[in-house]
């Protein structure tokens, strides 16, 4: 089995000591089987009558042996068309998906950025601070130190006593970013969470990332969005079809990407 590939930094040119690796990915392969008709396959849908209608089961290649070294302090894009793995990878990660070859090591536990499955919409906004809060293992203490701060990050104090059913999916989208990374987080895994919300918010977004990366945190952000990815993020994997095309500086990675898109 190929062993993990070394972060491209640590060749740049007065690079101090080399730097704690925090997530090593191993040429990993991820498949997906799946019902023809298009359904994943589960134990509800493997009945007999079921496949004889469809034929069986399809395997989708996700993954085909991606291997690379995150290192503190990394603040790592993964750009790709749609498609093409990153979401699988970073399901991979954090353990939600299970690989099919190679093997992955973190130093603690990745969070993906997210509390959207604990919150509940008739609940106002401030509720699902606390209902948020909670569910990303805060104590009721830490809660209310963090409130007032996570309320002013997230722009909708005016709206914060309404239930979260009347709130627009930029505002929801603006709290679930604010209760999140209220924690600190070593591993942080954002996939695609800035794409709503508007300029500013934007901008607050990415500072809270460069944030936590430089309070040595490691973070993976996914993103169809070329310029957070340059306003953010030091590496960048670029992923094609399920490989790992390139993986090295923000520039030269996003560079080589959209020059491969305007090529017809
Ligand atoms: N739960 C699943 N069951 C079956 N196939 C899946 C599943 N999730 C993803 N796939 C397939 O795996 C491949 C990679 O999907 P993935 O979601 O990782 O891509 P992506 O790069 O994140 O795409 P996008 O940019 O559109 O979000 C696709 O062919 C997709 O159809």
Redesign the pocket.
């Given at each position: 089995m190929a062993g993990p590939t070394e972060s491209p930094l640590d060749d740049q040119p007065g690079a101090a000591e080399p730097r704690r690796p925090v997530v090593v990915v191993d040429d990993v392969h991820?498949e997906?089987?799946?019902l023809s008709t298009g359904k994943?396959a589960g134990p509800a849908e493997t009945g007999r009558r079921l496949l004889q209608r469809t034929g069986g089961t399809r395997t989708?290649h996700?993954?085909k042996g991606v291997s690379f070294t995150a290192y503190e302090n990394d603040s790592i894009g993964v750009i790709?068309?749609?498609?093409?793995?990153?979401?699988?990878?970073?399901?991979a990660i954090t353990g939600l998906?299970p690989t099919s070859q190679g093997s992955i090591h973190a130093a603690s536990r990745p969070s993906m950025l997210g509390v959207g499955a604990a919150l509940i919409k008739d609940l106002s906004g401030e509720r699902n601070v606390i209902l948020g809060g909670l569910a990303l293992g805060l104590s009721r203490a830490e809660i209310e130190a963090k409130y007032e701060e996570i309320v002013d990050f997230s722009g909708i104090r005016d709206f914060i006593d309404l239930p979260m059913r009347t709130y627009s999916s930029g505002m929801t989208a603006r709290l679930k970013f604010a209760i999140a990374t209220a924690r600190d987080h070593e591993i942080l895994i954002v996939?695609?969470a800035l794409a709503v919300g508007d300029q500013a918010f934007r901008e607050r977004s990415e500072a809270r990332i460069r944030a936590i990366r430089d309070d040595a945190g490691t973070v993976f952000l996914?993103s169809?969005s070329m310029r957070s990815i340059r306003d953010t993020c030091n590496r960048v994997l670029w992923?094609d079809r399920?490989v790992l095309v390139m993986d090295g500086p923000t520039d030269e990675v996003v560079d080589a990407y959209e020059q491969s898109r305007a090529t017809p």
């Amino acid at each position: 089995m190929a062993g993990p590939t070394e972060s491209p930094l640590d060749d740049q040119p007065g690079a101090a000591e080399p730097r704690r690796p925090v997530v090593v990915v191993d040429d990993v392969h991820v498949e997906y089987k799946v019902l023809s008709t298009g359904k994943r396959a589960g134990p509800a849908e493997t009945g007999r009558r079921l496949l004889q209608r469809t034929g069986g089961t399809r395997t989708v290649h996700a993954l085909k042996g991606v291997s690379f070294t995150a290192y503190e302090n990394d603040s790592i894009g993964v750009i790709g068309s749609n498609g093409s793995g990153k979401s699988t990878l970073m399901r991979a990660i954090t353990g939600l998906t299970p690989t099919s070859q190679g093997s992955i090591h973190a130093a603690s536990r990745p969070s993906m950025l997210g509390v959207g499955a604990a919150l509940i919409k008739d609940l106002s906004g401030e509720r699902n601070v606390i209902l948020g809060g909670l569910a990303l293992g805060l104590s009721r203490a830490e809660i209310e130190a963090k409130y007032e701060e996570i309320v002013d990050f997230s722009g909708i104090r005016d709206f914060i006593d309404l239930p979260m059913r009347t709130y627009s999916s930029g505002m929801t989208a603006r709290l679930k970013f604010a209760i999140a990374t209220a924690r600190d987080h070593e591993i942080l895994i954002v996939d695609e969470a800035l794409a709503v919300g508007d300029q500013a918010f934007r901008e607050r977004s990415e500072a809270r990332i460069r944030a936590i990366r430089d309070d040595a945190g490691t973070v993976f952000l996914v993103s169809h969005s070329m310029r957070s990815i340059r306003d953010t993020c030091n590496r960048v994997l670029w992923i094609d079809r399920g490989v790992l095309v390139m993986d090295g500086p923000t520039d030269e990675v996003v560079d080589a990407y959209e020059q491969s898109r305007a090529t017809p």
